[in-house]
């Protein structure tokens, strides 16, 4: 069995993204915002990655926070002074918004072209016509994971557990891109396993802790694991304290499958790699980014 390493995958993708914006004419700087509503614990965290990781790969970031208390007109006006900015290519808004405020009305009011996370529905609307153009990037993760675990989907059998648009939808169609034969299960499937069990690939996304075991799955199945979710337990001394766990159990699946993308540091990694590649792919569909920088937070 091998674990697919996430970090070292990120890290390729880096560099590639590193030559990429050193080919960049002079003073064209990839931009990318995040906008924060409220202070969700998840979302906050998940902004300081990309902080992080933007500014670590030299691209201009733009922190934009709105109250929890935000309307969705207010939503709008930030998002629309993001998408005036040339130096913001492209716009992350970070779930979950106030309640209310349901997501496609946020997402709507992105312009597509810099939709990094693919959730449009002209972009979700290309990736099904098979002409895509930025893709939602967990769902890019996973089929990366695969390429790098050599996996030619070719004539395969996957299965994915999950059906949000987001995750279990775009990967579905990715992997039938590449001739997967694609079966997807949700909370309402009737025997889960019967099908997980006949899988070549099993992508799990259903955001269950450990929920795919290693008697659903065959000898030899390749695991996706994109589920991130946080467990708490308590430790050998008494101490509470929580950690990271996906949606299967790795430890156990690790003992049957091929391989399988550990949590943390699998498919999460990848995904935040991929969000600097929808970027440059964004700042590509736009302008080359040759206009200056306006001040949008
Ligand atoms: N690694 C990353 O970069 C990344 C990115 C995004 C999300 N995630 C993680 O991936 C997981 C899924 O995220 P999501 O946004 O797709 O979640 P979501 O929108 O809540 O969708 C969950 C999906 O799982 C299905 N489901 C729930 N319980 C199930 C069960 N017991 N058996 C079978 N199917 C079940 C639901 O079925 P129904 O449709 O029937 O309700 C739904 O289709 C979460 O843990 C999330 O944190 C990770």
């Not at 990094?116 to 609307?125: K, T, V």
Request: glycine share 10%.
């Amino acid at each position: 069995m091998a674990f697919i390493d996430g970090k070292e995958i990120a890290a390729g993708i880096k560099e590639r993204v590193a030559a990429q914006i050193a080919a960049l004419p002079d003073g064209v700087v990839p931009g990318l915002a995040t906008l924060l509503v409220g202070d969700d614990y998840g979302a906050a965290q998940y902004r300081g990655q990309i902080e992080r990781l933007t500014t670590k790969s030299g691209f201009h970031y733009v922190d934009a926070r709105l109250p929890a208390t935000a309307t969705l007109g207010e939503i709008h006006a930030k998002l629309d002074r993001l998408t005036a900015d040339p130096a913001v290519h492209g716009i992350l808004p970070l779930r979950p918004f106030p309640d209310g405020v349901g997501d496609e009305a946020v997402i709507d009011r992105l312009p597509p072209e810099k939709d990094i996370d693919g959730f449009h529905p002209d972009n979700l609307g290309r990736l099904l016509l098979d002409a895509p153009r930025l893709i939602p990037s967990t769902a890019r993760a996973c089929l990366v994971a695969l390429d790098a675990a050599g996996v030619d989907l070719k004539g395969k059998e996957v299965v994915v557990v999950g059906r949000s648009a987001t995750v279990g939808k775009p990967v579905g169609l990715l992997c039938m891109a590449r001739h997967a034969t694609v079966t997807t299960l949700h909370s309402r499937t009737r025997d889960l396993a019967l099908h997980t069990r006949r899988a070549d690939v099993v992508i799990v996304a259903i955001g269950r802790p450990r929920f795919l075991t290693a008697e659903m799955i065959s000898d030899g199945a390749v695991v996706i694991d994109v589920g991130i979710n946080w467990e708490e337990y308590t430790d050998a001394d008494g101490n509470k304290k929580g950690r990271l766990v996906g949606d299967a159990d790795t430890d156990g699946c690790a003992a049957v499958a091929a391989a399988i993308t550990p949590v943390p540091g699998g498919v999460g990694a990848i995904t935040n790699a991929c969000l600097l590649e929808n970027t440059l792919a964004a700042l590509r569909l736009q302008d080359g980014g040759r206009r200056g920088r306006a001040d949008s937070r």
